[in-house]
């Protein structure tokens, strides 16, 4: 027979490995996919760690397009969940998730959740782009947005969800992608020296993007700004 304090002692480990807390996150991206007639064809994932926990996160993957007007279209695919039980929790499907996340589409046999996207924009294989097209040609600093010496006013940066950017705040950052007018920067922000911050820091705009707390201590996050013309 088991001794009864050994699964007492099996939940207590548990209880504690997952209230143990760190520095709070958000970990939001967008990875380019595909371009046709001024619109643009993201994946995307969205963490947002706002305790700090030492515990799996609610992670959501799901699909963007922008469009030619500038409109956003979210389409979520898959939800991962937090368990009860620790020795549940979906690690390997997070990990799988993640390594299919930077990789082409399967254009022959393309997820059911982006099909609709699909036929509405008329996406196909011929529209594929690189997700690193145009990266360096286009930065965005606090005084200014710029595509080679074409530059404008800066711009907020916008990103899944309604999240934006404060625009008088942050560093230089070149653009990741460029592509249809639209330009996509990688922002990343740590409360510490070791880390530089590149780009700008963001806040809760609009339904769904509840923080909980006062401030973000780590903050990587991708966002999008229309190029001037």
Avoid at 24 to 33: G, I, Q
Wanted: hydrophobic share 35%; aromatic share 10%; proline share 7%.
């Amino acid at each position: 027979m088991t001794p009864f304090w050994k699964p007492l002692l099996l939940c207590l480990l548990l209880s504690t490995s997952a209230w143990a807390t760190g520095p709070s996150s958000a970990d939001v991206r967008l990875y380019p996919l595909a371009a046709r007639k001024g619109a643009v064809l993201f994946r995307t994932r969205w963490q947002i760690n706002a305790s700090g926990a030492h515990a799996f996160i609610r992670t959501e993957y799901g699909w963007l397009v922008i469009d030619a007007r500038g409109e956003w279209h979210e389409v979520p695919d898959v939800t991962l969940e937090a368990s009860t039980f620790a020795e549940t929790e979906p690690w390997d499907e997070l990990k799988r998730l993640d390594k299919a996340f930077e990789t082409p589409l399967d254009w022959k046999s393309p997820p059911g959740s982006v099909a609709g996207l699909l036929r509405q924009y008329g996406f196909t294989q011929k529209d594929e782009v690189k997700p690193e097209e145009g990266s360096g040609s286009a930065s965005l600093t606090p005084k200014a947005l710029c595509q080679g010496k074409r530059c404008s006013a800066p711009c907020v940066q916008r990103s899944l969800k309604g999240l934006k950017s404060s625009p008088q705040d942050g560093t230089q950052v070149e653009a990741s992608f460029v592509h249809s007018g639209l330009a996509l920067f990688h922002n990343h922000r740590q409360d510490t020296a070791d880390e530089p911050a590149v780009g700008a820091s963001f806040s809760e705009s609009g339904a769904g993007t509840k923080w909980d707390t006062v401030g973000i201590e780590y903050e990587n996050i991708w966002g999008v700004c229309r190029l001037p013309r």
